[in-house]
């Protein structure tokens, strides 16, 4: 079992940043990829971006050149640190190992 606890949601202004943490515990030592998930109101969850255990990182076109996901091992974490924000950023968060899910954390981009 892993169990994944998200973090670092909250209101942000259009242009502005944000980062996500994900404490991650448990049996991680078989999981060799992690990353996030969005899903706002109304909508089917939607990929965000994932990273291996070996560092490559894969993003949704939507997120690319905004977002960035990196893990420190030694704290247990990974991170989405999210850049240039906008309205339709607004969802919950995710964080993902496997098969796995954390609770969510809420991400509101609105002036």
């Known amino acids: 079992q892993v169990q994944l606890v998200e973090s670092g949601g909250g209101l942000v202004q259009p242009g502005g940043s944000l980062r996500l943490s994900c404490v991650y515990s448990g049996s991680i030592f078989s999981i060799n990829v992690m990353g996030w998930y969005r899903q706002a109101p109304g909508k089917e969850r939607e990929y965000v971006g994932s990273?291996?255990?070996?560092?490559?990182?894969n993003y949704a076109d939507s997120v690319k050149g905004r977002f960035t996901i990196s893990r420190d091992n030694a704290k247990n974490t990974v991170y989405l640190q999210m850049n240039s924000l906008k309205p339709e950023d607004t969802a919950v968060y995710y964080c993902y190992a496997g098969r796995n899910w954390g609770q969510g954390t809420q991400v509101t981009v609105s002036s």
């Open positions: 990273i291996w255990n070996h560092g490559r990182t």
